[in-house]
């Protein structure tokens, strides 16, 4: 069976799926497309069901619930570390509220994030990997940085004004900033969802029991960082809550939407539906 299979060109996601790309795990029957997009259109593309199973932004899945569920494998959380604010030159915090910032798309976890974080600003939607050279050209007052910028941007010569990690263990006694999950359709059949949640569970396992050469296959993603700073970029985001989300990731996600939903940023209540092997 021959599933479309979207994820991010990205360090983190190539690393997880390394097993896949590789054949080097048992697919029991399953046969992959991989579709390497953006987050921000493989969300827009989950709105429309083209994909079988893809990484979705936990912000979508508030408008996707009836669609798609969530695996129990592959999220991304940021566990006292996450989106980042940046600015040109230093800047406080409380300044961000009614300033201009570049955001990577109004879908995105990190957008719901800084709107949790600060209710009040101007969004202006620009390419994830675009945000850094938006902002230094004085086109925006700050930026939200996802991916490797996190670790990048201090050495591109911006300062950071909050990390929203950070804020989010604050806020709830230290649950981690949900961001990105991997979601399978609904009506796929039954079998085949219990066989997914096996394989992707495996994929991720064997990329971290075998990481030397996960981390070279994703390089290939790198977007110019060293295998250093991309196999810390991989740890921040494939951890123990990417092998499975457990209790703690599981309630990190519902807090996030139901907090989105109390202050009428998604539609609420959202049931959060997770698959099962």
């Given at each position: ?61 508030a408008y996707l619930h009836d669609r798609y569920q969530v695996l129990p494998h592959g999220a991304s ?201």
């Amino acid at each position: 069976m021959l599933l479309k299979l979207g994820h991010s060109p990205d360090p983190d996601d190539a690393f997880m799926f390394y097993a896949l790309a590789q054949a080097c795990i048992d697919t029991e029957g399953l046969q992959f497309e991989h579709i390497l997009q953006d987050i921000e259109t493989l969300n827009q593309r989950a709105e429309r069901s083209e994909l079988d199973i893809t990484a979705l932004s936990v912000h979508a899945y508030a408008y996707l619930h009836d669609r798609y569920q969530v695996l129990p494998h592959g999220a991304s959380m940021g566990d006292g570390y996450g989106p980042l604010f940046v600015a040109r030159t230093p800047m406080a915090a409380a300044a961000l509220r009614g300033a201009r910032i570049a955001v990577p798309g109004l879908r995105t976890s990190a957008y719901l994030a800084a709107r949790l974080a600060v209710p009040e600003f101007e969004p202006v939607v620009v390419p994830f990997d675009r945000i850094m050279e938006h902002v230094r050209a004085g086109h925006s007052d700050a930026g939200l940085l996802i991916h490797e910028g996190q670790l990048t941007y201090a050495a591109e010569g911006f300062h950071k004004v909050l990390d929203l990690g950070e804020w989010w263990r604050d806020a709830t006694g230290g649950l981690p900033l949900p961001l990105g999950v991997n979601a399978v359709r609904r009506d796929l059949p039954p079998d085949v969802k219990r066989r997914l949640v096996r394989v992707l569970g495996a994929s991720i396992r064997y990329a971290l029991a075998h990481r030397a050469p996960a981390v070279q296959h994703a390089m290939r993603w790198g977007r110019g960082l060293d295998t250093p700073t991309a196999d810390r970029f991989i740890g921040m985001y494939v951890n123990e809550l990417t092998e499975d989300l457990g209790a703690r990731g599981r309630e990190g996600i519902r807090e996030f939407l139901a907090r989105g939903a109390a202050a009428g940023l998604v539609p609420g209540p959202i049931p959060v539906d997770f698959a099962t092997a």
